[in-house]
């Protein structure tokens, strides 16, 4: 009985600790991923130009959130404010961009490629995490069983 505890523990323990550690990661990165691909799915598509920068500061430093603006193909100029914040700034003021953007409700939108470092940096800090796990699992697996 012994054993098999002391068995469970090892190959079971840490190894399944880091796989789900990095399975919510890459989740994460995964699903901002997917709701993107879906809402560009049946959006429109507009030039737009970045006519601001709003800036949130806090203990840690500033942000800066792209405020852009389009003309939709009803002929409505309408002003979005981006939910995606980066620094240094990801744009500059003046700069062109593309937005996505639905035809019920042009001021749900997003800008093409927002975000994309982020979901990348999650997905891959939580596949290198996930494999970290694999990898230690089958370490203490091959110690646990075939080295006795």
């Known amino acids: 009985m012994k054993l098999f505890r002391k068995i469970k523990e090892s190959i079971f323990g840490v190894p399944l600790f880091l796989f789900l550690f990095g399975l919510v990661f890459?989740?994460?990165?995964?699903?901002?991923?997917?709701?993107?691909?879906?809402?560009?799915?049946?959006?429109?598509?507009?030039p737009g130009e970045v006519i601001g920068l709003s800036e949130s500061c806090d203990n840690d430093g500033c942000v800066y959130r792209p405020d852009v603006r389009f003309t939709t193909v009803a002929g409505e100029t309408v002003y979005?404010?981006?939910?995606?914040?980066?620094?240094p700034p990801e744009y500059q003021v003046g700069?062109?961009?593309?937005?996505?953007?639905?035809?019920?409700?042009?001021?749900?939108?997003?800008?093409?490629?927002?975000?994309?470092i982020f979901r990348i940096i999650f997905m891959a800090i939580g596949g290198i995490v996930m494999l970290g796990g694999v990898v230690f699992f089958g370490v203490n697996l091959y110690n646990s069983f075939l080295t006795r």
Do not use: C, R, W
């Not at 409700?105 to 927002?114: F, L, M, R, S, V």
């Open 26 to 46: 890459f989740g994460i990165g995964a699903g901002l991923t997917y709701h993107q691909i879906i809402f560009k799915m049946d959006a429109l598509q507009a």
């Open 95 to 116: 700069e062109a961009v593309n937005i996505y953007y639905k035809s019920d409700n042009p001021q749900k939108a997003i800008i093409a490629g927002e975000g994309g």
């Open 80 to 87: 979005y404010h981006s939910t995606y914040g980066s620094y």
